[in-house]
């Protein structure tokens, strides 16, 4: 009976080894199966992506009309800039601190709900779909644009400020879905041309935001407040149908992909270096926006200039804008240290911004030109930070090795947007209420004391932690000696 017993117990030993051999195996083929799995998926993507890439004539064509339509959108944008701020003024009850600060949040509130708005539009891409979130974003930018035309005719103060803010909150939420679709389309039909992607739609921009003040100073001086609205609104519309007939609904799966990120903002946020990058384009953006509301007031009461001439200093420094980005892009990418473009970037804004006035402790008198010399170094300024501040981000993450490039890239697209958005967003807040306060020849000289703090602060930042960008000033002092 032992004996069977032992048998017993060894056969059930041997079983229950056997079952979890079996268990352990059947564990390993489900992991193993799992991560084939996972990597037939990640292959689908890569492979699907390639399999189902856009032909060249099908990239070109999202590439022409994604640039046409960002152009229009920022024309939309720039439209209001000469005239709106004298407008608005006029509906005042009295011209308080606060009513001027109001009428500068007219102007940012559309920036702020776009750096807000962003984020959340991007999540639901997949799910709404590149194509039909840029055409329902532009026929909103179109219809507000319209409805515009009307505030002009409400003669209750509080009313007419409800509505220009209601108005410019939908835009703003139109604005941030047109960006992120059309970053979307064009990543999906040029997965491999990230550089391009960002190229083209900056450059769209900084057309359409050159020709949205000069249109609008002309049609305004033209037809009266209504005439800039109607015309942009039926350009939308017509570009609207142009959308839908000719930009394919088919993308790649990169087109999705491409936008999201592992990375979250919390760790990009403690990074030391990201927050000085983001500072720079707060202030550096802010005065394009400081000078929306009041330029055109400061241009009639100082030389009784019309309109128009506020929508050519705009004009002059969106063309400087456009002209160098591309340039200094090129140079970024090759050798040039993107930290000694910014700071260069912020001197020259500050420079810019105590010509404009120009600052009373300068003896200099009031001119047209200086201020137009001013709207160029404003745009020459603004460029260089912008264009080297993402390649500086990318640089900073990858030594902290967060995530991979394409993350990197989705993360530093990301944290430009929010850069951007915010300076856009303060400027005019600033400049109808420093101007209110002090002038507008004080008021822009303060602005200029803080970009030449803030050029001094930032230098020595980067010369403190970037050992290269000082071996690269050594030897372009020997160089030139």
């Known amino acids: 009976m032992s004996e069977d017993a032992e048998e017993r117990s060894d056969l059930n030993v041997n079983r229950q080894r056997y079952e979890l051999h079996c268990s352990n195996t059947r564990r390993s083929e489900s992991k193993a199966a799992a991560q084939t799995v996972d990597s037939d998926i990640d292959d689908a993507i890569d492979g699907g992506a390639k399999a189902n890439a856009l032909s060249p004539v099908r990239s070109n064509i999202i590439l022409l009309f994604v640039a046409i339509n960002n152009t229009i959108v920022w024309t939309a944008i720039g439209l209001m800039m000469p005239f709106f701020g004298g407008e608005a003024l006029k509906k005042v009850p009295s011209p308080s601190l606060a009513n001027h600060f109001v009428i500068g949040l007219i102007f940012s509130i559309a920036t702020f709900v776009e750096f807000l708005a962003a984020p959340f539009l991007a999540k639901d891409l997949v799910n709404v779909g590149s194509k039909l979130m840029l055409v329902l974003s532009t026929f909103e930018i179109s219809a507000m644009m319209f409805l515009f035309s009307f505030v002009n005719k409400i003669e209750s103060w509080s009313i007419f400020l409800a509505m220009c803010l209601t108005i410019r909150l939908v835009q703003g ?13 064009l990543v999906g039909a040029f997965p491999e041309s990230s550089g391009l992607v960002n190229g083209v739609l900056r450059c769209a921009n900084g057309v359409g935001y050159a020709m949205g003040p000069a249109l609008g100073g002309v049609l305004y001086d033209a037809g009266g407040f209504a005439l800039p609205f109607y015309i942009i609104s039926g350009v939308l519309g017509v570009n609207l149908v142009l959308l839908v007939m000719f930009v394919p609904s088919s993308e790649t799966v990169l087109s999705s992909v491409k936008l999201k990120s592992n990375i979250s903002y919390i760790q990009l946020l403690s990074v030391p270096w990201v927050w000085m990058v983001i500072i720079n384009l707060i202030i550096g953006v802010s005065i394009m926006g400081f000078l929306e509301p009041v330029l055109s007031v400061y241009l009639k009461n100082s030389f009784n200039l019309p309109t128009i001439y506020a929508g050519i200093g705009f004009f002059i420094m969106s063309v400087a804008f456009s002209a160098v980005t591309l340039p200094v892009g090129y140079c970024v990418d090759r050798s040039l240290n993107p930290r000694l473009m910014q700071a260069v970037g912020l001197l020259i804004c500050g420079i810019g911004c105590e010509l404009v006035g120009p600052a009373p402790f300068l003896p200099l008198p009031k001119s047209l030109a200086f201020c137009y010399i001013a709207m160029v170094l404003f745009g020459v300024g603004d460029a260089l930070v912008a264009v080297s501040s993402v390649p500086d981000i990318l640089r900073t993450l990858d030594a ?25 967003g303060v400027g005019p807040m600033l400049g109808s209420t420093i101007t209110a306060a002090v002038g507008f020849e004080y008021g822009t000289s303060i602005m200029g004391v803080v970009y030449l703090l803030w050029t001094a602060l930032f230098s020595i930042a980067a010369l403190s932690c970037d050992k290269l960008l000082i071996v690269q000033l050594e030897n372009l002092v020997k160089g030139h000696s």
């Open 400 to 424: 902290q090795g967060l995530g991979s490039p394409g993350e990197m890239r989705a993360a530093a697209a990301g944290l430009f947007q929010a850069g951007v958005s915010l300076g856009y």
């Open 173 to 185: 939420i139109s604005t941030a879905a047109n960006f992120v679709s059309s970053f979307s389309l």
